[in-house]
């Protein structure tokens, strides 16, 4: 397709000649009182926030590329107050909790919101909320229900019809929407990890990128982590390597590598911009089970991504899997299907990586090494502000003692596991089928996805 041409095979937020210059990788033999596996969002923010607790504690990060080379810098951006992959699915797994999650996800996002600016973070964070659309005239009855579940919950949400919608953006296929003004932020994600990675190293914190970690092991006194190059002794220690094969081979029972996929235009000329309207910057999501997100960046490009989630079969992750031509055909004929103004709009580059997708669609926390590693996983694309949260519920139970969030039922208890493959790898191909067959027929799930969201497989 004309419009996929040029563009470039890479994360376009990554694409920047100034992002950071790598750092080195361990060799020999160190020690630390607190070690991080992984230099993506929740390591960093772990580190961060351990230095801030005790600015004597001896923090080291090891990251296999460099910090935020794999999902923290290559995702959407859309940095949410959601703590549990949105609001209807904490709703329905942890309703008795969610009054108190709630407000924990707006403190996490205003922290957030608040550390960019001190910090002096370069990350374009706007505060702009985000459009749920209805593309469907049987989405419009499950949009005013969400914002009526969003209201009893003291989210500030606002009902369009089809032509207040299209004033914000101009899109013919709205039929009606909801604005939560207040739940979402967009970020600039390559910029804000490489942020965070400044604040970590400014405040005394160690960082050996290229450093792969390929051994654990629990001394009795230490956690010992081996690279190929050195071995790392800390006292105690975090994991926070998401979709990629875990150290702890129980852990990946709860977590399945999910390809997702987007591209990003070429800058608007003012005419086309003019065409879309779009000043306020929200982000954007439809309501199908095959749902697209996208959004508008501060230097007038498009990113369009989501719609068709891939698993390859065992779980396989490779390179090359981060380039899908079907997906991004796809993915440019819907692009002009929502925007028809914007036919002649290039693509500069597509994308795609792994998401660590869990049963319950939102992260799940643990401990191991007899109380010295704890970890969280499974965010499921969710993980841009959820990360924060997830490295103090970390920190927290590494301390030993009970606080407020490892009280929490969401900490407490793990999703159910994967089924063992090769019945996972079936089950997810079956589920994807029955997903895209509801989207055809009116939203109405088959006999499969019902049972599936009855047992609590997301």
Known sequence: MRSLRDAAPVPYWLDRPDRPDPLPPLSGDRRADLAIVGGGYAGLWAAVLAKQADPALDVAVLEAGTCGWAASGRNAGFCATSLTGGLANGHARFPDDLVRLERLGTENLDAIESFVARHGIDCDFVRSGELKVATEAYQVAQLAENAVLAMAYGRTVRLLDSAAVRAEVGSPTYLYAAWDRRGTALVDPARLAWGLRRVALDSGVRIFEHTRVTGLADTGAAVRLTTAHGRLRAGKAILATHAFPPLLRRLRHYVAPVYDYALMTEPLTAAQLASVGWRRRQGVSDLGNRFHYYRITADRRIL????????????????????????????????????????????????????????????????????????????????????????????????????????????????????????RTLGIALTRRSRAHADDHEGRPDLWLRTMRRLGLG
């Open 304 to 423: 369009f991504g989501g719609y068709d989630p891939v698993f390859h079969a065992g779980g396989r992750m490779a390179p090359a899997l981060a380039q899908r031509q079907a997906s991004f055909e796809t993915l440019a004929r819907h692009f002009a299907t929502t925007f028809p103004q914007l036919a002649d709009v290039r693509f500069s580059h597509r994308w795609g990586g792994a998401v660590d997708a869990s049963t319950r669609l939102f992260a799940f926390h643990g401990t191991a090494c007899g109380g010295k590693l704890a970890y969280a996983a499974g965010f499921t694309g969710l993980g841009v502000s959820a990360t924060r949260f997830a490295a103090r519920v970390s920190l927290d139970l590494l301390s030993g003692t009970r606080t407020a969030l490892t009280e929490l039922a969401t900490v407490r208890r793990k999703p159910l596991p994967w089924p063992p493959e090769p019945a």
